[in-house]
């Protein structure tokens, strides 16, 4: 502690004694010659330069204590010992050091738990469609290939949604902004997802603006929308029924909106259908919910500068919609393009 305090204070101690010296010398070169004088200034001057560097050290003793111990728990950097302002604001400095510490772990946990969450009901949810397919194999002479395609298509699903949480983490340096024709991404998701709507006696109908285009990530903003379009067939259990698409234009936004005729959220759950894992009343209804898919759709929208709203009603369906920062003045037409793939394998 003694050494640690000398070598802080080395310079002040030497720039003291070439003052000294200098002052003794300058009195010589002046005619003074009196040598008991200048013993005497010589030893007072020590003396005080002592005293004050004494008084200093004490000061500093439980600064010097603190920082020469080898902390055994992080939260001793709470702890504070100033007596003097240079101190204190350093004390303050590590605390500024440890709050943001103790933010970045936190994020760090969150991330991990979410991740391992999300892995756990993940490998549970995929269990289904393998052993779907196992017993298919072991039980049937001739396997049913529609059902085959299905189960493929919830794998595929699910190694989608596995990706893209792990991308999540990455987000900006895979991110490519491009100029995105609105209407011809959302039938591109559409035939993708034809097998879901035929499979579930679903109807979809485009009702949007010819020309509508966006600045967004064409890979990211392609998955937040076939999320919709899967949450919107997983919750409609009454065939028949039809889900549209459609698009309005605001003064400054272009709002796309996905429109389902399902079971609708519950009151309560719509403030936390977005928060992940969180499955609510609807999810215990399918048994396929991770909750991690609205979650998924906000955060990438967030990082995209785009805004999610979702407006429901139980019984009577769900609307989610997207807002986007209008670019150009929207051509306008083709308003009603309806795509039925009810009761047939034809393409969309």
């Known amino acids: 502690m003694f050494r640690l305090f000398i070598k802080e204070h ?13 002052v003794m010398l300058l009195y010589w070169l002046d005619g003074f010659r009196n ?3 200048a013993v005497y ?16 050290f004490v000061k500093k003793y ?7 111990s080898v902390p055994t728990q992080i939260e001793v950097v709470l702890q504070r010992a100033a007596q003097s302002p240079e101190i204190k604001q350093v004390e303050n400095y590590l605390q500024h050091i440890y709050r943001l510490y103790q ?6 946990y969150a991330r991990q738990n979410r991740h391992l969450q999300f892995m756990n009901s993940w490998v549970h949810q995929m269990k289904t469609p393998i052993s779907v397919l196992e017993l298919m194999t072991q039980n049937s002479e001739q396997i049913d290939s529609k059902s085959v395609i299905e189960e ?23 991110m490519q902004i491009e100029r995105i024709d609105l209407k011809q991404l959302v039938t591109e998701v559409v035939t993708e997802n034809k097998r879901l709507f035929i499979g579930n006696h679903l109807f979809p109908v485009i009702s949007m603006v010819d020309g509508c285009m966006i600045t967004s990530d ?24 039809k889900v549209y698409f459609e698009t309005s234009i605001e003064e400054k936004h272009i709002i796309f909106s996905v429109r389902d005729e399902g079971i609708g959220i519950p009151a309560s759950d719509i403030r936390r259908v977005k928060k992940a894992f969180f499955t609510g009343e609807n999810g215990r209804k399918t048994g396929e919910s991770t909750g991690m898919g609205l979650y998924l759709a906000q955060e990438i929208c967030n990082r995209l500068g785009h805004e999610i709203n979702i407006a429901s009603n139980v019984g009577q369906g769900t609307t989610v919609s997207i807002l986007f920062e209008k670019q150009e003045r929207m051509k306008r037409g083709g308003q009603d393009d309806h795509i039925n793939t009810g009761g047939s394998n034809e393409s969309i």
């Open 103 to 108: 933010k970045e772990v936190q994020l760090l």
């Open 10 to 22: 080395l310079l002040f101690i030497i720039f003291q004694f070439a003052l000294l010296l200098f």
């Open 152 to 174: 493929m298509d919830r794998l595929k699903r699910g190694l989608e949604a596995v990706l893209m949480n792990a991308r999540l983490d990455t987000f900006e340096e895979d």
């Open 35 to 37: 040598i008991d004088t």
């Open 62 to 68: 439980a600064f010097y204590k603190k920082i020469l």
């Open 218 to 241: 064409r890979k990211w903003i392609r998955y937040v929308i076939a999320q919709f379009v899967t949450n919107a067939i997983k919750y409609t259990f009454e065939q028949n029924k």
């Open 41 to 56: 200034s010589i030893v007072i001057s020590i003396i005080l330069t002592l005293t004050f560097l004494g008084t200093l």
